[in-house]
């Protein structure tokens, strides 16, 4: 199995986005909480690179830190039914993106993918993506995002639940 990291993350990058630096940081950014710790910035700055399974065609979805991707919404956006859309799991997220769940950049795959963009990301002048490790990230703006994916923006998030929050159910 073929595993990428930063280095496969810049290289993309310096093609495609020169001048944008892979950041290797001394504390893990493998969740989006960690993240925005780590860079100090706002949570909804950070980009999920979250990897569906839709009638078992991988597609990426970006999604903002403070964001969580609806599977309604989604089988809305892609014109099939919501039973037909899957989170894939850590082992396809590997073998498909080549990288460890934790550390999915949005960009660098091994396998080209299809991606939708949330469009609340466009909120922020400065986004926060993870870049190939659990504690490697790389700025760059919406407009960038959108460029380097080639993603469709579209509305396929509801807000997530602070940790801790309750609502109502056992």
């Not at 979805?61 to 309604?72: F, H, P």
Request: aromatic share 8%; charged share 20%; with cysteine.
């Amino acid at each position: 199995m073929l595993v990428r990291g930063p280095r496969d993350v810049q290289a993309f990058l310096d093609r495609y986005l020169p001048g944008t630096s892979v950041r290797i940081l001394d504390q893990s950014t493998a969740t989006a909480v960690e993240a925005a710790a780590a860079v100090g910035c706002p949570l909804g700055a950070i980009v999920k690179s979250l990897l569906f399974l839709a009638d078992c065609d991988p597609r990426l979805v970006l999604v903002a830190g403070d964001r969580k991707a609806d599977q309604r919404l989604l089988a809305t956006v892609w014109r099939i039914p919501r039973k037909r859309i899957q989170i894939a799991d850590p082992e396809t997220v590997l073998r498909v993106t080549g990288y460890e769940v934790g550390g999915v950049p949005p960009v660098a795959h091994i396998t080209p993918l299809k991606t939708w963009i949330d469009a609340s990301l466009a909120r922020y002048g400065t986004l926060w993506a993870a870049a190939g490790a659990r504690n490697a990230m790389f700025p760059l703006s919406f407009a960038d995002l959108t460029y380097i994916t080639g993603g469709q923006v579209a509305e396929f998030t509801v807000a997530a639940r602070p940790a801790g929050a309750s609502d109502g159910r056992p």
